[in-house]
């Protein structure tokens, strides 16, 4: 017990670290106390549009709800048990657990927060190694999380004479294969292959009427407990960083990277801090865009950002529902998210002359 006080009585560095704050927030309301406020407000601006406007009054929080809907109905209809044998034959050349495909075609499909939610339990069930679990983190971050998104690309693909038809291939379902084949090779090399008759059926028994109305409070159980709370955390931090006046830097870094990455910056920043939907219509009203740019802008839309979903929802989303904990599921999206932008290079600087 006398160690416990003498251990007590010792400082530790976090709350040096809070004394710290202590002082700064006393001189701080005695000096300025507008700047507290000030802060707070510059925090209100940044979270408000985009937890409000996007998520609870736009379609976006609908989407959502619909996409989990959507897809659990694909899932009791015999969907994954169709991939998974379609999948297999690939898959098994590889040695690779061929769940790992399955949150990205439920992303292209419906959402990301939906894909994970239903296909980290497929990743589970099929018995999918950790590594495997990563894997398929990082290859869903390559699929568009909104078909909305994958439609709007194309019209304005078309718009500035691109063929669309080779580029959707090969930036949009390429990757579902390849990805894991890279990865499982340097990365993540705990995989294994299976056999069709060592993985259990993933087609629930639940009766259709079930499945929609449980997967509707489960959609509503996404958005309001797991995606919004993300949401707001991660724009916290933006609008302390902009308070300070470190946002307009960080932006400014951004628009520099994307030109020199053959990304258009304009909707590439906003594909990476709100929406690729919104985005992918910006670039409809836009002209006068280097093909390359829009090519690249159009990779970087198709894919898991904004940052919102990979430092906040995937954690979230995956700690619950698979293997992995928040910090590897994170690592993973990074991962998917920097073979994405490396992606965004490729394609528009070696596939642009050939595609227009």
């Known amino acids: 017990m006398e160690l416990d006080k003498n251990s007590r009585k010792k400082w530790r560095g976090i709350e040096i670290v809070g004394l710290a704050l202590v002082i ?4 701080t309301l005695l000096v300025s106390p507008e700047s507290i406020s000030g802060l707070f407000d510059s925090i209100t601006k940044q979270v408000f ?10 379609e976006v929080g609908v989407a959502i709800i619909i996409s989990v809907i959507v897809g659990r109905i694909l899932e009791r209809l015999g969907f994954t048990d169709a991939l998974i044998r379609i999948f297999i034959p690939i898959m098994k050349i590889f040695k690779i657990n061929p769940s790992v495909i399955i949150p990205s075609v439920y992303n292209v499909l419906g959402d990301i927060n939906a894909a994970g939610a239903i296909s980290g339990p497929v990743l589970k069930k099929a018995r999918a190694t950790k590594a495997e679990q990563k894997i398929a983190i990082a290859t869903m971050i390559q699929s568009p999380q909104s078909f909305a998104t994958l439609v709007l690309g194309i019209v304005a693909l078309t718009k500035f004479g691109i063929s669309a038809l080779p580029l959707v291939l090969i930036s949009v379902f390429l990757p579902i294969v390849l990805v894991p084949i890279i990865l499982s090779k340097t990365v993540y090399r705990d995989t294994k292959a299976v056999e069709l008759e060592e993985l259990p059926r993933f087609t629930p028994e639940t009766k259709l009427l079930d499945t929609i109305f449980s997967s509707a409070k489960e959609g509503a159980y996404l958005l309001f407990l797991v995606i919004i709370p993300a949401v707001a955390a991660v724009f916290t931090i933006i609008g302390i960083l902009d308070f300070f006046g470190i946002w307009t830097v960080i932006q400014s870094g951004m628009t520099t990277v994307l030109q020199w990455l053959s990304i258009e910056p304009v909707t590439g920043i906003v594909s990476v801090l709100a929406s690729p939907t919104l985005a992918m219509a910006q670039l409809n009203e836009m002209s006068n865009i280097a093909p390359a740019l829009v090519v690249g802008g159009f990779v970087l839309a198709n894919s ?3 940052l919102s979903v990979l430092f906040g929802q995937i954690p979230v989303t995956w700690k619950e529902n698979s293997d992995i904990n928040e910090k590897e599921a994170l690592l993973a999206g ?3 998210t920097a073979i994405k932008f490396v992606s965004c290079l490729i394609i528009g600087l070696l596939l642009t002359p050939l595609i227009i």
Do not use: K
Not at 24 to 27: D, G, V
């Open 334 to 336: 990074l991962l998917g």
């Open 49 to 58: 549009p985009i937890v409000v406007d996007v998520f609870l009054l736009s």
């Open 304 to 306: 898991g950002l904004p």
């Open 24 to 27: 700064i927030s006393f001189i």
